[in-house]
T-cell receptor, first 112, second 113 residues
């Protein structure tokens, strides 16, 4: 089955700097890759996703890139703000018909 | 739409007790999921369902049971609660269309003492 590895487990950046979180997946059939943000004590919420027919997707300060050949995808947050502090999870699935397989999460701290 | 709702928000159980965690969604989603999240850890899939009457095991099903008699409801049953089941439980749902967003409920915090 699918296995998703996520790095780093913790990340501290200065406010205004960029943050990058990387994930690798094992099943080449996977074609849907969402990223979730979970604030302390809250539910995970989708922030951006990418499908395998696209190499990059942007939404304001957030971008995701996908390298199908290397089987890895990354989350990029630019101009980080204190409210970006949270745990971020990557996930992968095949056509969404199989359950999402989540990475173990990255705790991002943005220091003002 | 209320989205995905879960009850209760918090519960304390004694070892050996049983309880049902309720999950309801009003988005007419076919797919529903139960996850547990231990403190500081990731999400582990317990059970999932692709439609009424259909359920399947996830990564950590032992000690739990589910049923799906309607599209809206997906209750999770804990039999003989153990301290290892202390966790936050999230229910989630999405449509059956490929690559559609999965929405999470607010979670139920369970403490087994």
């Amino acid at each position: 089955g699918e296995n998703v590895e996520q790095h780093p487990s913790t990340l501290s950046v200065q406010e205004g700097d960029s943050a990058v979180i990387k994930c690798t997946y094992s099943d080449s059939a996977s074609n849907y890759f969402p990223w979730y943000k979970q604030e302390l004590g809250k539910r995970p919420q989708l922030i951006i996703d990418i499908r395998s027919n696209v190499g990059e997707k942007k939404d304001q300060r957030i971008a995701v890139t996908l390298n199908k050949t290397a089987k890895h995808f990354s989350l990029h947050i630019t101009e980080t703000q204190p409210e970006d502090s949270a745990v971020y999870f990557c996930a992968a699935s095949y056509s969404g018909n199989t359950p999402l397989v989540f990475g173990k999460g990255t705790r991002l701290s943005v220091i003002a | 739409n209320a989205g995905v709702t879960q009850t209760p928000k918090f519960r304390i159980l004694k070892i050996g007790q049983s309880m049902t965690l309720q999950c309801t969604q009003d988005m007419n989603h076919n797919y529903m999921y139960w996850y547990r999240q231990d403190p500081g850890m990731g999400l582990k899939l317990i059970y999932y369902s692709v439609g009424a009457g259909i359920t399947d095991k996830g990564e950590v099903p032992n000690g739990y049971n589910v049923s799906r008699s309607t599209t809206e409801d997906f209750p999770l049953r804990l039999e003989l609660a153990a301290p290892s089941q202390t966790s936050v439980y999230f229910c989630a749902s999405r449509t059956s269309a490929p690559g559609e967003t999965q929405y999470f409920g607010p979670g139920t915090r369970l403490l087994v003492l």
